[in-house]
């Protein structure tokens, strides 16, 4: 079983998905460590209902990058964390994070990269620029977190049809429901497998 942490910015949906599928779809690895980019933010009382360590490590909070990462960095190895999940976490994590946790870094984005992503693509922003240019097809992407913005290898992704009378709300809720909240757990057990069996 391996320790996980969980690095959230928002309502923390993906994060509730990961909780809920402990022991079900996630076998190999416990969330261990709930790390918030912001302070109230409802991701953290989710993680308290669950009874889960958390804390913030806000990059407002520190002089320097530098600083920030090595806050972010100690406060990983003091939990003793194998694998980092992002789910919905809008802070930006430099080589420091990447290189001590090669591969056992992932993210989830609401869009089928490499379509609708990179810098500036978060959140309602996703779904926004898909409408406008009118996709038909969208979805999300689960991939492995590298030094390029939405730029590591892709581990699974899942399509959402478009229908006509989609919002950019509406298109984010089903975005969510029908392929994020499927995705992060069977990706992020994925990985704590393959780590475990190192
Ligand atoms: C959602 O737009 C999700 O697609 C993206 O981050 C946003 C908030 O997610 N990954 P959450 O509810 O905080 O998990």
Redesign the pocket.
Known sequence: MINIAVL????????QALIDAQGKVLQHGKIKLVISSKPDVY?LHRAEKEGIEHCVIAKRDYTTQVEFSNALLQQLQSYQIDMIVL??YLSILDETIICAYPNRIIN???SLIPSFCGKGY???KVHEAALAYGVKVTGATVHIVNEIPDGGKILLQKAVDILPSDTPETL?QR??EEA?WKLLPQATEMIAKEIEGK
């Open positions: 959230v910015s928002g309502g923390g949906t993906n994060l991701a789910a919905g989830i984005h609401p978060y959140g309602l984010q975005v969510m994020e």
